[in-house]
């Protein structure tokens, strides 16, 4: 299990990995089932695969404890934690193997702490999960969505999430950014939070990232700004 990894996600305490023959591996922390093993009680020491599935394209490990993962016909699946609906399942029962949530579209999902977002292949951002900080961008602030909700038409490349907020990269290397805004994460020049996409005044990004609570891009130019 020790080579051909393709892409590797991190949540709390756990860890998730796609191989180039499109199998998932979990290991680590499982109190919520986020390994997707079937069980929430066994701490997972090695790499094991989730299921047998081997259509796997994409993955996405939340900070606190739910995982995604998108299969090569563009289902949508989610496990772990869903305590403030986080999985899009519309309830909050947490699921400890991966559970269909949407099965036709998608092209990438990534997770913040408690709050999810997936992009679909054209480009429209949808988010679920809480929204305690505006981090949904449904212009409002509710405890949590318990199902996929559209954000914008918008077509965005890219998306990232972080604590309690998102951004997101359009084609053109415009950024927008929204929810949770107490440190200046959100690179608006203030710190109020934001329950909307509101763009960010520099332009010409060619990828973003995000952590806990900032968010890091590259531009066109190669040069790094935080």
């Known amino acids: 299990t020790g080579t051909n990894w393709s892409k590797i996600a ?15 591996w979990s290991w680590g922390d499982n109190a919520e089932g986020q390994l ?4 929430a009680i066994t701490t997972t020491l090695i790499p094991t695969q989730v299921g047998t599935g081997t259509n796997w394209a994409g993955i996405g490990a939340g900070g606190q404890s739910h995982t995604f993962a998108v299969n090569t016909t563009g289902a949508l699946y989610g496990w772990g934690e869903n305590s403030v609906g ?3 399942t ?6 400890t193997t991966p559970t269909l949530i949407s099965s036709t579209g998608w092209a990438d999902v990534t997770c913040g702490y408690e709050h999810t977002v997936g992009t679909t292949t054209n480009g429209k951002v949808y988010a679920w999960g809480n929204n305690q900080d505006g981090q949904l961008g449904l212009g409002t602030i509710t405890i949590s969505q318990t199902t996929p909700a559209l954000v914008t ?3 965005f490349s890219q998306v990232v999430a972080g604590y309690g907020h998102t951004a997101a990269r359009k084609a053109d290397g415009t950024i927008f950014v929204w929810g949770r805004n107490d440190e200046g994460q959100l690179g608006l020049g203030d710190v ?4 909307e996409p509101t763009i960010i005044t520099e332009t010409n990004w060619a990828d973003i990232a995000s952590s806990y609570n900032h968010i890091i891009g590259k531009k ?4 790094i700004w935080s």
């Open 36 to 39: 997707g093993q079937g069980s």
């Open 220 to 223: 066109t130019d190669g040069t």
């Open 90 to 95: 519309g309830d909050t029962i947490s699921k």
């Open 10 to 24: 991190c949540g709390a305490g756990y860890t998730i990995g796609l191989k180039s023959d499109n199998t998932i």
């Open 86 to 88: 986080q999985l899009g």
């Open 153 to 155: 038409t918008t077509a």
């Open 192 to 195: 109020v939070s934001r329950t």
